[in-house]
């Protein structure tokens, strides 16, 4: 069986670069963008979320919360649209340590806490998630969330190591390239090599983690093209 990966975080306006990361064995994309009417027409596999900066983006039925860290009337807006819809939700929290300070600062919560004041926790997939702890991660897990790592991005814009070791069997987790700031074509090949490495890097040991649960993170596929594919 062929490998069939998946990207679960490519923001972009272009289709062009859904073509190149699709080209990359890759045929699951969440394609999160500020233009969605450039993705009106798409294959088979690709799911189109909007990009949430201001209320005017509140809209569709997939949406991605691009900050927690936006005006409250945004907020405010969001957490009514998504509750009445029930529509897929995406947030971009937990980036760094920075913007998590500043939430903690204004809300006296944590993201993920203020999250699940709000409503929006459950059945929520948490972007980014760089920075959350035990209890984040208890409460996650009671709400059904998941988590989307990025590798490549996080480490690129020095917010830190997504803590991939720490998560792994407490809740899903799924991977994604962001913006392809460092790694131009989305393919999720290069992606899997950081992972494993930072695995071995959390795990203080070489092998940390199998091969078969590492393809497990980002698709499926014959586990031998998956090896020669990705070291």
């Known amino acids: 069986m062929k490998?069939?990966?998946?990207?679960?975080?490519?923001?972009?306006?272009?289709?062009?670069n859904v073509d190149v990361c699709h080209s990359c064995y890759t045929d699951k994309i969440n394609v999160v963008t500020r233009n969605i009417?450039?993705?009106?027409?798409?294959?088979?596999?690709?799911?189109?979320?909007?990009?949430?900066?201001?209320?005017?983006d509140l809209v569709g039925d997939k949406i991605c919360l691009s900050?927690?860290?936006?005006?409250?009337?945004?907020?405010?807006?969001?957490?009514?649209?998504?509750?009445?819809?029930?529509?897929?939700?995406?947030?971009?929290?937990?980036e760094d340590l920075y913007t998590s300070g500043l939430i903690e600062s204004r809300y006296k919560l944590s993201p993920i806490m203020l999250l699940h004041r709000m409503g929006l926790l459950?059945?929520?997939?948490?972007?980014?998630?760089?920075?959350?702890?035990?209890?984040d991660i208890d409460i996650m897990a009671q709400c059904n969330a998941n988590v989307v790592f990025l590798p490549?991005?996080?480490?690129?814009?020095?917010?830190?190591?997504?803590?991939?070791?720490?998560?792994?069997?407490?809740?899903?987790i799924s991977f994604g390239s962001a913006d392809n700031s460092y790694n131009a074509n989305g393919d999720m090949r290069k992606e899997a090599?950081?992972?494993r490495l930072l695995c071995?890097?959390?795990?203080?040991?070489?092998?940390?983690?199998?091969?078969?649960?590492?393809?497990s993170f980002f698709g499926s596929g014959d586990i031998e093209d998956w090896i020669k594919e990705t070291l």
């Open 200 to 215: 071995n890097e959390q795990a203080r040991k070489e092998n940390a983690i199998n091969e078969e649960t590492l393809l």
């Open 152 to 172: 490549s991005y996080s480490l690129g814009k020095g917010f830190g190591a997504p803590p991939i070791v720490f998560v792994n069997g407490k809740l899903p």
């Open 3 to 16: 490998l069939s990966l998946k990207n679960a975080f490519l923001i972009t306006d272009s289709m062009a």
């Open 122 to 135: 459950d059945n929520a997939t948490v972007v980014g998630a760089n920075c959350i702890d035990k209890e």
């Open 67 to 94: 900050s927690l860290l936006l005006p409250d009337r945004v907020l405010d807006a969001c957490i009514e649209y998504v509750l009445d819809k029930k529509c897929k939700f995406m947030v971009c929290a937990c």
């Open 193 to 195: 090599y950081i992972t």
């Open 37 to 56: 009417d450039n993705f009106k027409q798409v294959r088979k596999g690709v799911e189109v979320y909007s990009y949430v900066e201001s209320e005017s």
